[in-house]
Each structure stands twice: as structure tokens, then as C-alpha cells.
């Protein structure tokens, strides 16, 4: 809607526009400066919309239209018996252009998640931290299980965020309906008929890449060769974080990243801790790679992968020895409180209140937004 009649003449555009930025290019979108609303010709200010107190209608009031109810186009059946919600997560924005750059607003949700209502779970053979396949009509989608009592019952909610950019495997709109509203041209993004069913993944890798060497570590034909059920990226200091999934066993998935990787740097510090081979490999005396491969599903975690090329050399020998991040999973983006540190705080004083957590974790004593995920923490604990 933002990019409609750019070729109009500016009496005849619609105030929600861009389009005086259609023409842009990839250069000089990374170097625009900060454009006010509406942008009829780029660089050229236009008055605030709406300061003078009227809108933009005949008597200068805001007009409620009334519009008939449409039932939903689309409908559960047997074959799709869940219905799709899609919206948005606290950290992230669209499609991750540039949000998706920061990494710290990727810890707290690093990767495509389907949230399920416990009994709906239970009733198609899912379990928390498995990877599901997601389908409607239209296509399929895999993404990383989470069980949430806040999901009503029949329903199953998937965030927008994630593109092929990001992930091979959570780009929620392949499931969406072509059905749209016939007034606002919307697209029924919160009632699309599915069905889910757990993906079947012998082994997951953690992949770290040094920025300076990513695009010889992980091309897209080096991915294709390994078998993968699914990848998903992020940014790290320093860095990129792969989450890979294979369908083939952990020795062979060991092996296919080494040999791959080994093509390339030199192999050091191999090790074996709990399940989990660590792999980290050097180019010229520095840190280029690591990896870290488990068998199943979520076993492997990027907390203590994700600081190595921000940290010095001890931090690889703990990344090898297993003793990395004492944080886990991120949950308060402000104050970088993860998952183990709040874990440890409610074995160490059942029944605390939230109260006394975030007083002694300081999670959630900054913007606010973890709050919900601080609740359902504690009832749980």
C-alpha cells in the first residue's frame, strides 16, 4: 500500500505513502537518512501529517465505516484440523531486515517456533523442544515446539519474522491463503487451517563463523551436501550462529562438518562432553569455527557458542571443555538474564515470588517486556 501510484502526481497520492522511495537502491536505502511520513519525493520535508487538528475528510473527522461480516474463508477439516495464528515476537520486527542484525534482540528467540496448548500436543504426539512440520494447502514449514497454555485450545501461533534470509524452514507465509478481505485487501494471516506433525531429526549442530570467514564456511552448496532437515541464522558478535538439523546419525553429521570445515582451516580441540562433540577450528592462529553436535533434538544450545569471537581464548577452552555460558537461553534482553541463571535462583528458593526473582536475577527490571515469560516461568517452577 506504502508504494501504490508512485507515478501519480502528488495531489492524487494517497497519504499513506512511500513512494517517493520506490526507485531506491541498494545503497542508497543502507545510507537514507530519516524521511517523515509521507514521502511523496525523497529528501524533499513535507508538513507533519494531521498537526493542524483535521483529518483528511471532507468535514476534517475521523469517519467509522461500518463493514459487513464475512465468515473466514478458509475452515478446519479433518485434514487441517488447527487453525494458524501468526503475529509478532517482542524482540523482532517484520522480517528481520534490521532488527534481525542485532544480537541481542536474536538470543531471546533465536529460531522459527510453533507454540501448541498442551492437550492439543498431547493429542498429536508432540513434546516440548522438538522440531514440528507445519502444513496447510499451500505449503509447509518446520519450525521449533513450544508448549503454551496461553494458545486456546485448537488454535497453534507461529510469529511473521523469520525469511529465507534467516532460515530455510519458518517462512510462515507459505502456509497463508490467498483469500483477502475484500475492503482492505488483507490476507487471512490469523485463520489458516493446519496440521503438525513431529519432524523426524537424528542430530542438531550449533555452527560459529568468524565474520571475517563466513562466506567460505557456509555456502549454500555447502549446506545442500550435508543433509540437512532445516538451518536457521543469526548475528553474533563477531560472527554468525547456524542451527542446523540432520536426519542422519551424530557420528555422520560430525563428520560431514568436519571434513567441510577442515577443507578449509585447521582442526583443533576436538572434544566429547555429556553427548556433545565441540570442534573448534583455527585459520593462521585465529579463531575461525566451532561447532557443537548432539544427537536428537535440543540438546544443543548457542548460549555458550555464541561469545566466542567476542571473548579471548579461555572462553574456547571452556566452549571445549563444556563449561561455557552459566546463562543459558537469554530471557531478559535488558539486563542479560538467561534461562539457567533463572532456574538455578527458583531450585535454590521454591515457592519466591516474581517479586523476589527479579530482585535478585534483576530480570525484568528494565523495559518490562519479559515480564509475561517471568510469570509462566515462576508458576512453573
Not at 543469526?234 to 570445515?261: N, Y
Amino acid at each position: 500500500m506504502t508504494a501504490l501510484t508512485p507515478n501519480a502526481p502528488s495531489s492524487k497520492k494517497p497519504l499513506l505513502t512511500l513512494s517517493g522511495l520506490a526507485g531506491l537502491s541498494p545503497e542508497a536505502y543502507r545510507d537514507l537518512s530519516p524521511q517523515q511520513w509521507p514521502v511523496l519525493d525523497k529528501n524533499v520535508p513535507v508538513e507533519r501529517l494531521y498537526s493542524n487538528g483535521r483529518f483528511s475528510t471532507p468535514d476534517g473527522k475521523a469517519n467509522i465505516v461500518p463493514t459487513p461480516y464475512l465468515p473466514p474463508a478458509s475452515k478446519t477439516c479433518e485434514d487441517f484440523p488447527l487453525l494458524l495464528n501468526t503475529g509478532r515476537l517482542r524482540d523482532q520486527w517484520h522480517t528481520m531486515t534490521r532488527s534481525g542484525l542485532s544480537p541481542r534482540l536474536s538470543e531471546h528467540s533465536p529460531e522459527p517456533t510453533v507454540a501448541v496448548n498442551p492437550s492439543d500436543a498431547s493429542t498429536f504426539n508432540l513434546k516440548e523442544g522438538q522440531l514440528a512440520k507445519v502444513a496447510s494447502v499451500q505449503g509447509s514449514v518446520v519450525a521449533r515446539l513450544q508448549l503454551n497454555n496461553n494458545v486456546q485450545s485448537g488454535t497453534v501461533f507461529m510469529p511473521i519474522h523469520w525469511s529465507e534470509t534467516f532460515s530455510s524452514m519458518g517462512k510462515t507465509c507459505k502456509l497463508i491463503a490467498p483469500a483477502i478481505d475484500p475492503i482492505s485487501g488483507q490476507p487471512e494471516f490469523k485463520i489458516t487451517p493446519v496440521n503438525i506433525h513431529p519432524m523426524n531429526v537424528a542430530s542438531e549442530a550449533m555452527l560459529a563463523v568468524n565474520t571475517a570467514y563466513e562466506d567460505s564456511a557456509i555456502r549454500s552448496d555447502i549446506l545442500a551436501r550435508l543433509l540437512l532437515c532445516g538451518w536457521t541464522k543469526r548475528h553474533i558478535e563477531g560472527g554468525k550462529l547456524f542451527h542446523l538439523q540432520s536426519p542422519v546419525p551424530k557420528a555422520d553429521f560430525v563428520s560431514a562438518l568436519t571434513t567441510s570445515l577442515s577443507a578449509k582451516y585447521q582442526q583443533s580441540l576436538q572434544s566429547s562432553i555429556n553427548g556433545c562433540t565441540r570442534v573448534v577450528f583455527f585459520s593462521q592462529g585465529e579463531l575461525a569455527a566451532a561447532i557443537a553436535v548432539s544427537e536428537g533434538v535440543g540438546q544443543v544450545e548457542g548460549a555458550d557458542i555464541s561469545s566466542l569471537f567476542s571473548k579471548d581464548d579461555l572462553d574456547v577452552a571452556a566452549f571445549s571443555s563444556g563449561n561455557g555460558s552459566e546463562a543459558g537461553r537469554i530471557v531478559c534482553a535488558c539486563k542479560q538474564v538467561g534461562v539457567r541463571t533463572l532456574t538455578k535462583f527458583m531450585e535454590k528458593n521454591p515457592g519466591a515470588t516474581l517479586s523476589a526473582m527479579s530482585s535478585e536475577t534483576q530480570a525484568g527490571t528494565g523495559c518490562g517486556s519479559c515480564l509475561p515469560e517471568l510469570r509462566m516461568l515462576n508458576a512453573n517452577a
